[in-house]
């Protein structure tokens, strides 16, 4: 998501999460300005991400995982987008599934005529 329009994401927007280990998950936005308390020197709040509009930083939430993302790497969400995104990843990991096999087809193979 571009810079420009980190200023008008708001808490209960839809964002997509596209990682290479996780997949794509429609997520949501769960904090912006994410607060902590601190204690130290005296109890108050902190921003230690500062805030979303100058860092792009929120807090997500997709299935039961919550994470701090930074808006830079995820995406608006639209559906057409995500089901392509989806399907693209699906398509990703079935060709690493066949890649592993031929592998442990080649490390077979080499095993048996080594021992020859």
Same mark, same amino acid.
């Not at 308390?37 to 130290?40: G, L």
């Not at 995104?85 to 699906?90: F, H, V």
């Not at 690493?96 to 592993?100: F, I």
């Given at each position: 998501m #571009?810079?420009a329009?980190w200023?008008?994401v708001k $808490? /209960?927007?839809?964002l997509?999460?596209?990682?290479e280990?996780e /997949?794509?998950?429609?997520?949501? $936005?769960i904090e912006?300005?994410? #607060?902590v *308390?601190?204690?130290?020197p005296? &109890?108050?709040?902190?921003?230690p991400? /500062?805030l979303?509009?100058e860092?792009g $930083? $929120?807090?997500?939430k997709?299935d039961?995982?919550e +994470?701090v993302? !930074?808006l830079a %790497?995820?995406?608006?969400? !639209? !559906?057409a987008d995500?089901?392509r995104? *989806?399907?693209? &990843?699906?398509e &990703?990991?079935?060709e690493? %599934? *066949?890649?592993?096999d031929?592998?442990?087809d080649?490390i077979?193979e080499?095993s048996? +005529?080594?021992? #020859?």
């Open positions: #571009k810079s329009d200023k008008y $808490v /209960g927007d839809y997509i999460y596209a990682d280990d /997949g794509v998950k429609k997520a949501q $936005v912006i300005d994410i #607060k *308390e601190a204690f130290e005296t &109890w108050h709040y902190d921003y991400y /500062g979303t509009t860092t $930083v $929120v807090k997500i997709y039961e995982t +994470l993302a !930074n %790497d995820l995406i608006k969400f !639209n !559906n995500f089901r995104l *989806e399907q693209a &990843w699906r &990703w990991q079935d690493k %599934d *066949e890649a592993e031929l592998k442990d080649f077979t080499r048996v +005529l080594r021992a #020859k």
